[in-house]
């Protein structure tokens, strides 16, 4: 018969776990965002306040993404430290 130990703690499912639950939905969604941006590989012109730009649409499509994906981070970043200093 197995004696538990004090030290000896039970495993969690992996996909039970907090971390992975939340990163779940973001594979996903850029997962999908991805093939959606490079199967969009005509050319377009995006005017970039002044100037007239023609590039790939999957290019202006991955900058918009990555613009996206920066003001994520800082917008939950700052958020858990609001939290923290509390």
Partial sequence: MAQTTPHHRARTPFFSRPGVRRAI???????VALI??????TRVEVRLLI???TM???GALL????LGMLACVFTVRRRSHRHSRQ
């Fill in 25 to 31: 939905p973001f594979v996903l969604i850029t997962a």
């Fill in 36 to 41: 959606f941006v490079f199967e969009n590989r």
């Fill in 51 to 53: 100037p007239l730009v």
């Fill in 56 to 58: 790939p649409l999957w």
């Fill in 63 to 66: 900058i918009a993404w990555g």
